[in-house]
């Protein structure tokens, strides 16, 4: 994206991904990881220079600060309103000027103070004024990027366009819009949030609004559904969104109103961690019906008599199963011998059917696990969103694959649904007309949301010095001494009146480190999925003086924990990490809820190398190299392997998004062609 991206009047080409991902047969060797690292430096550092670059924007903020602070509310709002006209002009000629622009941010800043009683500092100026040029500004965590965006959402809201403000989840997107709503509308801009279990018409008003909130995927699906509707209005598929007349819109049920400008809040997550997964919209059809429960039945029956290594294996770095020759014969064997019994599924008799199932069957029996990837509430399989520890409760999954979760777990398989839209988060935003982002941790995935996005990254100074301290890794054998040890550390820390954050990957983990502390007398708080209800509460206390709460990522992006004097006074908040995640991001987001705007905190990880990165054959090498150093010399030799595994880990996951554009490329055309002959 230009430089220029919030300029730009005409909607906003989709780059055309030219390098890196154009070799289709492409796989990440070596040398790919060089030149993508080569890449991502290279990005970086012009990125450096675009942040020194955006510095003009604080003079011409700093020109009309005295103006504005001389106005009284009622001037203010006036001032606001005016704003409405000559911020139009001068997008007129499709250019917003650092001048236009900086008088903007100074009537916003005034208004941010005196209504939230929180001053812009000069680094949220700058960060701002990157996401308005279209670029993601890495603000580290705890820098205020909440409040940061406000100058570039009301700016862009004055000027006439619509903003989506999307961040990862509804707690934190409820949160920021209810926090930031009385700065807008004191600027006479109307705001809403999209959250999840709204209905149609609370949704369709919210899309209404100068500025709405909501999640990445509330609102990529709410896009997917209105494509669905347009879809099957024959005439219409060729019709953009945004064309459409506001009756029309109405009365056809469509929710969204085109997409204008997206601020995106923790935007390597939204980017790059969701961005694995495609978008899947279904529906019941009554025409089709699905499949019969006993095909489901049939099909895990099968698949528990399938043995590993024999006739299926899961390959190496990536969650996936592959069934072997041996597994297919067996499976045929089992269809013939199924032709001479009364109760034959007809169904499970045709080899696509049976194959797609049980290899459903095989990845709920082998990669989903309870606890980990999804509880059970009201009788209901819920998926766990790995990436923030939240449930998604109304999300299935498809293809058969909810149903085989369901059965495993004894429950009656729901009704299969067909897919309605299909698409992946890389095409949804590459839609929209002007991008913009914000996150702690974007240096690490520079490279990509360039190759995919073309998004630079701004890297924007901190306000104050960091004086966080980070303790070295302590590496131990076993999961069993690690907990152990955590819990001793921990006892230490309380009897200092230090709160401490334990993190863990899952509910299961953060079950076993309660435990832990529970055995040693430990009063102490959980937060996980299961507790989503109390988060708020949990999150208020959890910065009080001798305080521990343990924690899933649910506590990591955009949790925002309060200091208490004595808790300050005991050295801050201390996190520990109990497991390294599959990506060096998300570790670092958690190791960010301490040392916020220049606090004091501590970060020490403890480790295992029976810990979950290290596990599982993909592993095989690294954990057995790790155990003959340890063995060697001490476990501690043994922690680069784990740091190691990791970065297995994120080339794995970067080659599945690759693969996933890859489809999503061959589909669109696909789609396109359709869409042709309608
Ligand atoms: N200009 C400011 N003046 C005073 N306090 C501020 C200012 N900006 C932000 N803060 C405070 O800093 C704290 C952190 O803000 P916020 O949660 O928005 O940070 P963040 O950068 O989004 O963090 P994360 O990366 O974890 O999401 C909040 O308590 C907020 O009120």
Redesign the pocket.
């Known amino acids: 994206m230009s430089d220029l991206g919030i300029m730009d009047a005409a909607p906003r080409r989709v780059p055309r991904i030219r390098d890196y991902y154009e070799a289709p047969d492409r796989r990440d060797t070596t040398l790919d990881r060089w030149a993508a690292d080569l890449n991502g430096a290279f990005v970086a550092q012009g990125a450096r220079w675009r942040a020194w670059r955006l510095r003009p924007i604080l003079r011409e903020m700093e020109r009309h600060a005295v103006a504005m602070a001389a106005l009284d509310d009622a001037g203010l709002q006036a001032e606001a309103q005016a704003a409405r006209i000559w911020l139009r002009r001068a997008l007129r000629d499709q250019t917003l000027s650092v001048a236009a622009a900086g008088r903007a941010f100074a009537l916003v800043r005034e208004a941010a103070d005196r209504v939230l009683g929180?001053?812009?500092?000069d680094v949220?100026a700058l960060g701002a004024w990157a996401m308005m040029r279209g670029q993601i500004a890495e603000?580290?965590?705890?820098?205020?990027?909440?409040?940061?965006a406000t100058l570039a959402v009301a700016t862009t809201a004055l000027s006439g366009r619509q903003v989506h403000v999307m961040t990862v989840n509804d707690y934190l997107a409820e949160r920021d819009s209810a926090e930031m709503a009385p700065l807008y509308r004191f600027l006479g801009l109307s705001v809403a949030t999209v959250l999840e279990g709204q209905d149609a018409e609370t949704r369709q008003s919210a899309y209404g609004q100068d500025i709405v909130y909501g999640t990445n995927k509330e609102i990529a699906f709410d896009y997917l559904r209105d494509r669905a509707i347009l879809r099957l209005k024959p005439g219409n598929l060729n019709r953009k969104l945004d064309r459409i007349l506001p009756a029309d819109r109405r009365a056809a049920g469509l929710r969204l109103q085109g997409l204008p400008v997206a601020i995106i809040?923790?935007a390597d997550s939204v980017l790059i961690d969701e961005a694995r997964t495609p978008l899947i919209i279904s529906g019941a059809n009554p025409q089709q019906g699905g499949l019969p429960d006993t095909t489901f039945r049939r099909a895990m029956a099968a698949a528990r008599t399938l043995t590993e290594d024999v006739h299926f294996r899961r390959p190496r770095g990536i969650r996936r199963i592959e069934i072997l020759p041996d597994g297919f014969e067996a499976l045929d064997r089992m269809a013939d011998a199924d032709l001479d019994r009364p109760d034959t599924d007809p169904a499970f008799g045709i080899p696509v059917i049976r194959e797609h199932l049980v290899y459903q069957a095989l990845s709920a029996l082998y990669l989903f696990e309870l606890g980990d990837s999804y509880i059970l509430r009201d009788g209901k399989v819920q998926i766990v969103d790995e990436n923030t520890g939240r449930t998604m409760p109304d999300r299935t999954w498809s293809d058969g694959l909810h149903q085989m979760v369901e059965l495993k777990e004894g429950l009656e398989p729901t009704a299969e649904n067909e897919t309605l839209s299909r698409m992946t988060y890389q095409r949804f935003f590459r839609r929209y007309a002007c991008l913009g982002g914000m996150?702690?941790t974007a240096q690490d995935a520079a490279w990509e949301l360039w190759s995919v996005y073309r998004l630079a990254v701004a890297k924007v100074p901190t306000?104050k010095r960091d004086i966080r301290r980070f303790a070295r890794d302590r590496v131990f054998l076993t999961t069993e001494a690690k907990w152990q040890a955590i819990a001793e550390r921990t006892r230490a820390l309380h009897a200092a009146g230090a709160p401490v954050l334990i993190g863990t990957r899952s509910i299961n983990a953060s079950d076993a480190a309660s435990a832990r502390l529970s055995e040693l007398g430990l009063p102490h708080q959980l937060l996980t999925a299961a507790q989503d209800a109390d988060e708020a509460a949990i999150v208020a206390e959890a910065g009080q003086a001798g305080r521990i709460t343990v924690a899933t990522n649910m506590a990591g992006?955009?949790?925002?924990i309060?200091l208490s004097p004595d808790a300050l006074a005991a050295g801050g908040l201390h996190v520990i990490l109990s497991e390294r995640h599959d990506s060096r991001r998300v570790d670092r987001?958690l190791e960010?809820?301490c040392g916020?705007?220049g606090e004091p905190g501590r970060v020490e990880a403890y480790l295992s190398l029976e810990d979950d990165l290290m596990q599982g054959p993909a592993a095989r090498r690294v954990a057995g190299l790790a155990k003959l150093l340890a063995r060697a010399f001490g476990p501690g030799a043994a922690g680069w392997c784990i740091r190691w595994r990791q970065k297995q880990m994120e080339a794995a996951h970067g080659r599945m998004r690759r693969d996933l554009i890859d489809q999503d490329r061959g589909m669109g055309e696909f789609l396109a062609f359709g869409g042709e002959l309608e």
């Open positions: 929180l001053r812009h500092y949220q603000m580290r965590t705890g820098e205020g990027k909440t409040l940061c809040d923790e996150t702690g306000n992006r955009g949790t925002d309060k987001q960010g809820r916020r705007q």
